[in-house]
């Protein structure tokens, strides 16, 4: 299977329209493909405000059953481990050492939290 478009469409469709328009879904399919195919600037420019979105959403475990989780962890889980729906994804380098090298603004959010 191969996914193809712009990164402007990718981005714009799956991640920037607000809640009521956009599927919960969707968005999670769109920041996971993000999260496999972008550079780190634009993983953390597009998937960090996507921490605001508290939406319940099903996951299914390797065992077979459904939990209830939420958009918010699921972005959580993608910046932060290695292996997300059973795929590895690439490494990512820590938000902090890229603040750090100027790429990146700090976050008042993230620093008082993480």
């Known amino acids: 299977m191969k996914i193809t478009g712009t990164r402007n469409l990718i981005y714009t469709s799956a991640l920037k329209f607000t809640p009521p328009i956009c599927i919960r879904y969707v968005r999670c399919l769109g920041a996971f493909y993000l999260r496999l195919v972008g550079t780190p600037v634009d993983i953390y420019n597009y998937l960090e405000p996507l921490y605001n979105d508290f ?22 889980q993608l910046l932060t481990e290695e292996r997300v729906c059973d795929i590895i994804l690439p490494r990512l380098m820590k938000r902090s050492v890229r603040a750090l090298t100027c790429c990146l603004k700090f976050s008042s959010f993230l620093t008082v939290c993480f």
Request: overall charge positive; charged content about 40%; hydrophobic content about 40%.
């Open 55 to 76: 939406r319940r959403i099903k996951v299914r475990k390797p065992a077979g059953d459904f939990v209830i989780s939420h958009v918010d962890e699921f972005i959580d």
